[in-house]
């Protein structure tokens, strides 16, 4: 049996960590990732996710030289995404030490681009990263970090993405982002089912049962951002809840109290 992933998310904002709620990110966790990095590596984390929300396009040069800082210290599959738009940026990252790349509004606005990277480095390395949000009582996947309505709606989104190259979905609710009431569980587990590849499921934790209960939905993963830098030994206290409901997790050692 395939053992399920716990990956920690970091999402910055001109190169510092911050805590994101409803796509909206003010408090500063860390001034430095590498800070946060370093913790996760003893954390017995499986993986990390970076994102640059940095509302500018002018940030991408500064976060691929903070993905090169975070990669020097980063012991676990990295994979970052953030204004991801041509060949040439994807190449840069990739050479500072990302292992996959997550994309975006690329889903919805070049599609050759998604083709093209998937091709190139093979759909392991693509992930699509799927913001979803409720609209007039209707769920729609939006892009350019949260802030435009495709119209489209999840399945419909996911399929699509997967037809284009995706890899892995990288699943997050707008409504649910910092909102402390787990991940959007109804839209998530119509997703795992409908789609071969893996879903991560991010958003809204604040309990360790929520994650049990991503797994549930269906993810193959499941991942966290804000809860994880404000308890010590965060990741691998979650890896021992997991255990002890019956998830198949990696275990590195004891859990340190």
């Given at each position: 049996?395939?053992k399920?992933?716990?990956?920690?998310?970091?999402i910055?904002?001109?190169?510092?960590?911050?805590?994101?709620?409803?796509?909206?990110?003010?408090?500063?966790?860390?001034y430095?990732p590498?800070?946060?990095?370093?913790?996760?590596?003893?954390?017995?984390?499986d993986?990390?996710?970076?994102?640059?929300?940095?509302?500018?396009?002018?940030?991408?040069?500064?976060?691929?030289?903070?993905?090169a800082s975070?990669?020097?210290?980063?012991?676990?599959?990295?994979?970052?995404?953030?204004?991801?738009?041509?060949?040439?940026?994807a190449?840069?990252?990739?050479?500072?030490?990302?292992d996959?790349?997550?994309?975006?509004?690329?889903?919805?606005?070049?599609?050759?681009?998604?083709?093209?990277?998937?091709?190139?480095?093979?759909?392991?390395?693509?992930?699509?990263?799927?913001?979803?949000?409720?609209?007039?009582?209707?769920?729609?996947?939006?892009?350019?970090?949260?802030r435009?309505?495709?119209?489209?709606?999840?399945?419909?989104?996911?399929?699509?993405?997967?037809?284009?190259?995706?890899?892995?979905?990288?699943?997050?609710?707008?409504?649910?982002?910092?909102?402390?009431?787990?991940?959007?569980?109804?839209?998530?587990?119509?997703?795992?089912?409908?789609?071969?590849?893996?879903?991560i499921?991010?958003?809204?934790?604040?309990?360790?049962?929520?994650?049990?209960?991503?797994?549930?939905?269906?993810?193959?993963?499941v991942?966290?951002?804000?809860?994880?830098?404000?308890?010590?030994?965060?990741?691998?206290?979650?890896?021992?809840?997991?255990a002890?409901?019956?998830?198949?997790v990696?275990?590195?050692?004891?859990?340190?109290?």
């Open positions: 049996m395939l399920k992933r716990l990956i920690a998310v970091l910055l904002r001109e190169g510092q960590v911050v805590q994101s709620v409803r796509f909206k990110h003010t408090n500063v966790i860390h430095n590498v800070h946060a990095v370093e913790a996760f590596n003893k954390w017995a984390v993986e990390l996710v970076v994102l640059n929300v940095t509302r500018s396009a002018n940030s991408a040069a500064q976060f691929a030289e903070a993905v975070i990669s020097r210290h980063c012991f676990v599959p990295l994979a970052v995404g953030g204004w991801i738009t041509d060949e040439a940026y190449t840069t990252l990739l050479r500072s030490g990302a996959k790349l997550i994309l975006n509004t690329a889903f919805a606005d070049d599609t050759n681009l998604v083709n093209m990277l998937a091709a190139r480095h093979g759909r392991q390395c693509i992930i699509a990263s799927m913001d979803v949000k409720l609209n007039e009582g209707k769920q729609t996947v939006h892009v350019d970090r949260g435009r309505d495709t119209g489209i709606e999840p399945l419909e989104w996911a399929k699509r993405a997967v037809d284009n190259g995706a890899g892995e979905i990288f699943f997050n609710s707008v409504d649910h982002d910092g909102a402390r009431k787990g991940y959007a569980l109804d839209v998530l587990g119509r997703i795992c089912a409908a789609v071969p590849v893996p879903v499921a991010f958003g809204g934790v604040f309990s360790w049962d929520h994650l049990v209960q991503g797994i549930s939905a269906g993810a193959e993963a991942a966290a951002a804000n809860i994880f830098h404000y308890s010590e030994q965060a990741t691998r206290k979650a890896k021992a809840f997991l002890e409901a019956g998830v198949s990696r275990q590195e050692g004891r859990l340190l109290t």
